[in-house]
């Protein structure tokens, strides 16, 4: 982590300020590439060790970059001047699984038994992508990520379980090669593709009706490939039913001051 | 490079004497998994350094892993106890760019103006494949590799030109990705492949035809996947026209003493 006051951390936190005023409530995709962004679960205490199991169980859905402790808003490992409370440009609140409300802030939801989950998400390979000439379809047509539920189970951990979310990008096959390579680097941003081509092998019936950001163009001679996607978490919270869970809204990430390139391998 | 005596390159060893006194004629996929297998290019000085130039062109297709001084059949850096004259199962012999004969050794044919190339081979990275439970399937049915003439060119060196040969191997999509990361380690070795799925993309017109080696089952829900093949300077050498040019016949190798790990990266 480099905390360092570099121009692109200078860029995070004028980002995460403009978030917090609500000057900013749209996706933060292709925001201040470089640094990582996170999604964001946060539950109380008494289900915070079921759901941290569930991540562990399930790495590439869920690839956790922080946890904050109990009752605390804060995420001093991601950035020193995160308040979680306030640092989304827009969150869901879900009672009992299901989703009831969008909010700008959640100041006054806040508990004392709160904990907070920050998981990696592919927006940090994206840049990668990009660099390499294989820029994603979203980021050319500046629409949210296309995301789907697929037929493909999680590992359940206590009450969490339910079938994994992905993301799409059409690529060629020679390129989709590439962004094999590339995203590998980013286990922490759910790394390699889980699968690419027919849909329907996954339980997608239908790319042009994705379940959550919106549909992209699929040119000729393209596939989609398909990477695990941080909303899979939104999925086995609505099967537990928590009697409260709060979350970012697809596509709107927290802005974190750690580089993609820190949690890169290779 | 490992040169101590362990049991791996005993077996080497053994196999390039059975190669040498012709009690093994056959293909070399599957045997001594561990050790590097060649493919080989042997052409006139004159040649030599066109050549040369071609796979420094197509490091993908063209990985050179030795070359040797001019008029020497020895290969010291891949084996102490090489001599090329003898030490392929099946050579062709090209005259003017056509095959006209192959032979089991090539001792009246040699001259002292002769350079040879060896070039790796996607077999090493079979073992790897293997390993990972992604046996290929020209292994588990025991035929010589699929092989077929793309329409992807090459870059052209002096005389050299021409299409790439391809491997194939099926997999579900899936696994497709994982052999595309282990694959990835293997730049000597062809590395990752050029393409999958559509065959007439890049220009196969029936995959139960291959141009060289024998036809595989691709299974319902399978993908073909294409390597770059070290048979691609042989049709770089039907229309360069050398006078005198001998190769291995495919999938008939030379097995080295270097270690498919000792070449492969991260």
Redesign the interface.
Known sequence: MKQSESPLLQQTRELRQAIRSNDHTGPTSGLVTGAMQGNVVILPADWANEFLLFCQKNPVSCPLIGVSEIGDYRLPELATDIDIRHDLPEYYVHRNGEMVESRSDIANLWQDDMVVFVLGCSFSFEHALSQAGLAPRNIEENVNVSMYETNIATTPAGRFFGNTVVTMRPYK??D??RA??IT?RFPKAHG???????PQ?IGIHDLSQPDFGEPVTVKD?E?PVFWACGVTPQVAIRNAKPPICITHAPGKMLITDILDTDLAV?
Do not use: C, D
Request: charged content about 10%; glycine content about 12%; proline content about 11%.
């Open positions: 096959p020679k989709a090669i094999i390579q590998t390699a593709p889980l699968h690419f081509g027919t092998e001679g596939i290779l």
